[in-house]
């Protein structure tokens, strides 16, 4: 059977308020797109924690081929569709955009009212330059896995990296899962916005 490299379903558009606002030149079409099914696909997680999560042993710790995941990195990092992938933290949402704004590519976490809340309660104001607190890191393992690179406290609680390893078992590693935890607790900075 012939790989395939797009997603099982391309997600339909997603309506984040004011996120495209500032966006120069002001886009036609918003890009963004609901890419929650791609979970599914064989290839999203060593595509997904390589690409966001900076972990370079993604790829051997899901024995998949280079050549196949090269290609199906393209589907994020395509200018007109955006992937957006939704995780629930605290009593709120983050919305995990991939944005490729020609120029200004890179990764945003957007919080909604409930989420904002949440971290300023454990963190106070000046949350943004320090990310997500430990406790709030979600349980289920692809939530988990998605928000993890949203974690900037420096300081990583001791049972952090033996959840994390968890997570990657349940999500499919099987080989290196040591060494990947290691990678995406080490490659965590992020801005909230």
Not at 33 to 41: E, K, Y
Not at 70 to 94: H, I, K, S
Not at 118 to 128: P, Q
Request: aromatic share 8%; proline share 9%; net charge negative.
């Amino acid at each position: 059977m012939e790989p395939s490299f797009m997603p099982a379903e391309v997600g339909c558009s997603v309506y984040l308020p004011g996120y495209l606002d500032g966006c120069q030149p002001p886009l036609a079409a918003s890009p963004l797109i609901d890419a929650t099914s791609w979970t599914a696909d064989g290839l999203f997680w060593p595509a997904f924690l390589l690409q966001v999560g900076m972990a370079r042993s993604a790829p051997d710790a899901f024995g998949v081929d280079l050549a196949d995941l090269d290609a199906y990195l393209d589907n994020f990092e395509r200018p007109d569709q955006w992937p957006v992938f939704v995780v629930p933290v605290g009593d709120g949402t983050m919305h995990l955009v991939v944005c490729n704004l020609p120029g200004d590519v890179g990764i945003d976490w957007v919080l909604d009212a409930p989420a904002q809340e949440a971290v300023r309660a454990d963190l106070g104001a000046e949350y943004a330059a320090s990310g997500f607190p430990w406790d709030l890191l979600p349980r289920e393992p692809a939530h988990l896995l998605m928000a993890l690179p949203a974690f900037g406290d420096h300081e990583t609680p001791d049972n952090v990296r033996s959840t994390v390893m968890q997570a990657l078992r349940a999500v499919g590693a099987t080989a290196g899962i040591e060494n990947l935890a290691d990678d995406l607790l080490k490659h965590r900075a992020c801005m909230l916005l």
